[in-house]
């Protein structure tokens, strides 16, 4: 019999679902992509048609081992990574959701966050899950659903729901409603988690008032969970690793010790630092989360978030105007020497870890007459770097460690400016690997190590290498001045909207 050579990543993200086949040096061979329509039904809310996420990755799951000519039987294992937190309920005899998806973006629980920090939980919260109080976590999604879809809580209750984030949506369509399962690093996004008794949690279910009955089964980010029943395949394939996007990329960038951190530049940024087997609590508004977990053995992470990364770049192009497009930053930015003295926090919709203030707004600063598009430009991409770095002190000082180097991916790190000058103001190397599809890339790895299509991590370590490394250059006397103007800056910019 012939010996499948591939794996399958399916990769469920907010904007689009994609499929990504890797041949066993952890090389890309095809890639499939169809984007998902964004519903925006009132201000704030964000929804996803949990139909169209299962056509859409069904389909570009058959459409990459078409495109890279071959069939099921040469697929050996498929893995999952997914937008993280969003939020389906379904029957779980027809298999019709009860309500569209209700995204991670999705703001219209944030009055029932705010009474359970007005009511003193956050400690208790922030200790369990290891999360702060946030509309962003499926817990208030899903008491949402409950309280206001006709019927939902009463089915619910009778067991006849199931609840799940976009992974147990997928397993539970690709093996026709036999597996109701999701691994540990979704689970402990979902605010209902305990992530040091590695349990569903009974306090908090009631707190919010969920039956346990529509939960997920719990499993490991790498084991197989079943194979698929579905015909698109031509044959059964055994779905053999999950995990939620940030931790999956966080695992394809192989940050497998404590202290290694990776950080994507998409939209926004997120970094993640492996923590080993240790929880850390943060003092600086970061969250404790699940990495994986192979085995018994559970890795944990720490993580925080930029919220305008490379969307600030975006904002150049089609706000103001100043580029055409995202890459011209790179060009635009090295033909002046220096900044001029601008400084701009794009603190566009507030600002994420460590200030975690809602009521900052975008500020430009240090505009004189001599101030051209090209200064302007220079001071949004030293401003996306600033916020990571402001993260990685964060993060620092939590885990008391310090960082050799960052590893890097996403859109915005085709940027060499960006990169180095990220790298100066950390004074620490910064690295982009060669497969920038490290998320697609991490559930592939799951899901093959679980099936011995690798051995173990050790075979992976192997496979990763640089595309570019950037070493610091700036004198620490430049780095530090800059930094006192950039925190100057973040200080003018904070608390700027007022309540109404
Ligand atoms: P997402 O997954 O969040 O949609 P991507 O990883 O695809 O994001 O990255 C897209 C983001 O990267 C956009 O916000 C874009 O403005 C930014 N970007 C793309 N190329 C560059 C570049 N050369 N320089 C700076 N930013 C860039």
Redesign the pocket.
């Given at each position: 019999m012939k010996t499948a050579k591939y794996i399958l990543a399916l990769d469920q993200?907010?904007?689009s679902s994609r499929a990504v086949l890797f041949n066993h040096d952890g090389n890309i061979l095809a890639m499939s992509q169809k984007p998902i329509e964004q519903h925006f039904p009132h201000p704030g809310w964000v929804e996803h048609d949990p139909s169209e996420i299962w056509y859409t990755q069904s389909s570009v799951a058959a459409e990459v081992i078409a495109k890279a000519d071959l069939t099921g039987l040469d697929v050996a294992c498929i893995g999952i990574t997914n937008q993280r937190e969003t939020t389906i309920i379904w029957d779980r005899e027809t298999s019709m959701p009860v309500y569209r998806a209700i995204v991670w973006q999705d703001r219209r629980t944030a009055d029932i966050c705010r009474e359970l920090k007005e009511n003193g939980y956050a400690d208790m919260i922030q200790e369990k899950t290891g999360l702060l109080i946030d509309a962003y976590f499926s817990a208030t999604k899903i008491k949402w659903i409950l309280d206001n879809v006709e019927g939902v809580r009463e089915r619910a209750e009778k067991g006849k729901l199931c609840f799940g984030t976009v992974d147990s949506w997928l397993v539970w369509k690709f093996t026709h409603g036999r597996v109701h399962v999701t691994d540990v690093s979704n689970a402990s996004r979902t605010m209902l988690f305990n992530i040091h008794t590695m349990q569903w949690d009974k306090e908090l279910l009631e707190l919010f008032g969920i039956p346990e009955a529509i939960l997920p089964k719990v499993k490991s980010s790498s084991e197989i969970y079943s194979e698929t029943s579905t015909t698109l395949f031509s044959t059964k394939i055994p779905i053999s690793g999950i995990a939620g996007d940030q931790q999956a990329a966080l695992f394809g960038q192989l940050c497998l010790e404590p202290g290694m951190t990776k950080t994507?530049?998409?939209?926004?940024c997120f970094m993640v630092m492996n923590t080993g087997k240790e929880v850390v609590k943060s003092e600086n508004n970061l969250l404790s989360t699940i990495a994986w977990k192979i085995g018994d053995s559970v890795t944990y992470a720490l993580e925080g978030s930029v919220f305008v990364?490379?969307?600030?770049?975006?904002w150049l192009?089609d706000g103001i105007q100043l580029i055409n497009n995202?890459?011209e930053?790179?060009s635009l930015a090295t033909s002046v020497p220096d900044n001029g003295g601008v400084y701009f926090v794009p603190a566009l919709t507030g600002m994420g870890a460590p200030y975690w203030d809602q009521y900052a707004r975008g500020a430009i600063l240090g505009i004189t007459r001599g101030t051209t598009a090209a200064h302007i430009t220079r001071a949004t991409?030293e401003g996306i770097a600033f916020q990571v770095y402001d993260i990685l002190k964060a993060m620092e000082h939590d885990t008391q460690r310090q960082s050799l180097e960052l590893r890097v991916?996403?859109?915005?790190v085709?940027?060499n400016f960006?990169m180095q000058f990220q790298s100066d103001i950390c004074r620490t190397n910064v690295i982009r690997p060669q497969i920038l599809e490290t998320t697609a890339l991490g559930a592939a790895y799951l899901a093959g190590l679980a099936t011995g299509f690798w051995r173990d991590t050790e075979e992976l370590r192997k496979q990763w290498n640089a595309n570019k490394e950037f070493s610091p250059v700036a004198t620490e006397e430049e780095v530090d001045k800059q930094l006192h103007m950039w925190h100057k800056a973040v200080e003018r910019a904070r608390n700027w909207e007022e309540l109404a």
């Amino acid at each position: 019999m012939k010996t499948a050579k591939y794996i399958l990543a399916l990769d469920q993200g907010t904007t689009s679902s994609r499929a990504v086949l890797f041949n066993h040096d952890g090389n890309i061979l095809a890639m499939s992509q169809k984007p998902i329509e964004q519903h925006f039904p009132h201000p704030g809310w964000v929804e996803h048609d949990p139909s169209e996420i299962w056509y859409t990755q069904s389909s570009v799951a058959a459409e990459v081992i078409a495109k890279a000519d071959l069939t099921g039987l040469d697929v050996a294992c498929i893995g999952i990574t997914n937008q993280r937190e969003t939020t389906i309920i379904w029957d779980r005899e027809t298999s019709m959701p009860v309500y569209r998806a209700i995204v991670w973006q999705d703001r219209r629980t944030a009055d029932i966050c705010r009474e359970l920090k007005e009511n003193g939980y956050a400690d208790m919260i922030q200790e369990k899950t290891g999360l702060l109080i946030d509309a962003y976590f499926s817990a208030t999604k899903i008491k949402w659903i409950l309280d206001n879809v006709e019927g939902v809580r009463e089915r619910a209750e009778k067991g006849k729901l199931c609840f799940g984030t976009v992974d147990s949506w997928l397993v539970w369509k690709f093996t026709h409603g036999r597996v109701h399962v999701t691994d540990v690093s979704n689970a402990s996004r979902t605010m209902l988690f305990n992530i040091h008794t590695m349990q569903w949690d009974k306090e908090l279910l009631e707190l919010f008032g969920i039956p346990e009955a529509i939960l997920p089964k719990v499993k490991s980010s790498s084991e197989i969970y079943s194979e698929t029943s579905t015909t698109l395949f031509s044959t059964k394939i055994p779905i053999s690793g999950i995990a939620g996007d940030q931790q999956a990329a966080l695992f394809g960038q192989l940050c497998l010790e404590p202290g290694m951190t990776k950080t994507t530049y998409g939209t926004g940024c997120f970094m993640v630092m492996n923590t080993g087997k240790e929880v850390v609590k943060s003092e600086n508004n970061l969250l404790s989360t699940i990495a994986w977990k192979i085995g018994d053995s559970v890795t944990y992470a720490l993580e925080g978030s930029v919220f305008v990364g490379g969307a600030a770049i975006q904002w150049l192009r089609d706000g103001i105007q100043l580029i055409n497009n995202a890459s011209e930053s790179e060009s635009l930015a090295t033909s002046v020497p220096d900044n001029g003295g601008v400084y701009f926090v794009p603190a566009l919709t507030g600002m994420g870890a460590p200030y975690w203030d809602q009521y900052a707004r975008g500020a430009i600063l240090g505009i004189t007459r001599g101030t051209t598009a090209a200064h302007i430009t220079r001071a949004t991409l030293e401003g996306i770097a600033f916020q990571v770095y402001d993260i990685l002190k964060a993060m620092e000082h939590d885990t008391q460690r310090q960082s050799l180097e960052l590893r890097v991916d996403g859109g915005a790190v085709a940027n060499n400016f960006l990169m180095q000058f990220q790298s100066d103001i950390c004074r620490t190397n910064v690295i982009r690997p060669q497969i920038l599809e490290t998320t697609a890339l991490g559930a592939a790895y799951l899901a093959g190590l679980a099936t011995g299509f690798w051995r173990d991590t050790e075979e992976l370590r192997k496979q990763w290498n640089a595309n570019k490394e950037f070493s610091p250059v700036a004198t620490e006397e430049e780095v530090d001045k800059q930094l006192h103007m950039w925190h100057k800056a973040v200080e003018r910019a904070r608390n700027w909207e007022e309540l109404a």
